[in-house]
């Protein structure tokens, strides 16, 4: 069960609009669920809980996987075995990035914005003995799930983002990870909330904010991801490893140091795709809009973990979605 709060002062217009969007990330969650190839949770449906001013969507335990052992979010995985000092086989490090993939893409391609990828919001889940058996003793020992959809909408301009939660600070980081995953930009739109939140002056502005957030936004987060993964390490660690000072200059380090890095450990295609995500992404494609927009999404990011992951040269996106 996932839970998304709203405010007890919201009008009746503002209550309504939230209430629309469970309703319709719901069916979508649960329309996506059953396309092969996308690490999304099968959803139940949603309850409203007036006491608590929340809604509660519902997802069901994925079928294959362990019942006995509880899912663990990759945060806490990654600073478990950073603790241990121990990292993640290759080839499952390429299959996590790979399912994280393809289930971003989907979600862009049906124009649902995430707004809150972090490690955290991925739930690892252990498969069991006999799933293992029936794919041969190949399958990986677990498998990867987004979730965390307590801020999702949807990527259209009659849409109002929802205020972010209250941080002590959008620019700098200490045990709060959260700004690491935020592509710089974002550090004006949870600045101009807060304004917005504390401010006598805008009554009428409510919960609800004008459209700003980004698709790229979302990307850039799941550059920070692969980065992780590909490193085998928090973000958190390599933030302080960077000495940096601020989120902006941390995503500049980022790309100058870190992908470079990253190369070494992962392969030429796969640190180009993470400096895809963490820079190249936020080309603004105007009026061409979601379409070209996912067709540079495609060729840059889905082909290029294809063709990794699978081993081969290259790889059409029709191909790559007809896969298990």
């Given at each position: ?123 690892l889940f ?6 293992k058996a ?140 993470v400096a ?49």
């Amino acid at each position: 069960m996932e839970w998304r709060y709203y405010s007890t002062k919201d009008s009746a217009q503002e209550r309504s609009c939230i209430d629309a969007r469970v309703h319709s990330l719901s069916v979508q969650l649960y329309q996506l669920s059953d396309v092969s190839g996308t690490g999304l949770l099968s959803c139940l449906g949603y309850v409203h809980d007036a006491v608590g001013s929340r809604y509660g969507t519902l997802f069901a335990y994925p079928q294959g996987c362990d019942g006995s052992s509880p899912p663990t979010s990759l945060r806490d995985r990654l600073r478990g075995d950073h603790e241990k000092r121990v990292r993640c086989e290759l080839k499952e490090r390429f299959n996590l990035a790979h399912s994280l993939i393809l289930t971003i893409y989907r979600l862009l391609s049906v124009n649902w914005l995430h707004k809150n990828l972090s490690s955290q919001s991925l739930l690892l889940f252990s498969r069991d003995s006999s799933s293992k058996a029936r794919a041969g003793g190949d399958s990986a020992a677990c498998q990867l799930f987004v979730g965390g959809f307590t801020r999702s909408r949807r990527d259209a301009q009659l849409e109002l983002s929802e205020k972010p939660p209250t941080e002590r600070s959008s620019t700098t980081c200490s045990n709060n990870d959260g700004p690491l995953y935020r592509h710089p930009d974002q550090a004006a739109l949870f600045e101009a909330a807060a304004n917005v939140h504390g401010s006598s002056a805008t009554p009428s502005s409510g919960n609800l904010l004008t459209a700003s957030y980004r698709r790229e936004f979302d990307v850039y987060s799941l550059g920070i991801l692969l980065l992780e993964i590909g490193f085998w390490c928090p973000i958190q660690c390599i933030y302080r490893d960077s000495k940096s000072e601020t989120t902006a200059a941390f995503a500049s380090k980022l790309r100058t140091r870190y992908v470079p890095e990253l190369e070494g450990r992962m392969g030429r295609k796969y640190a180009n795709i993470v400096a895809y995500c963490l820079g190249e992404s936020s080309v603004d494609y105007g009026s061409t809009g979601t379409k070209h927009f996912l067709e540079a999404f495609e060729e840059k990011v889905v082909a290029k973990i294809a063709a990794s992951y699978l081993g081969a040269e290259s790889c059409s996106v029709r191909e790559i979605l007809r896969r298990p």
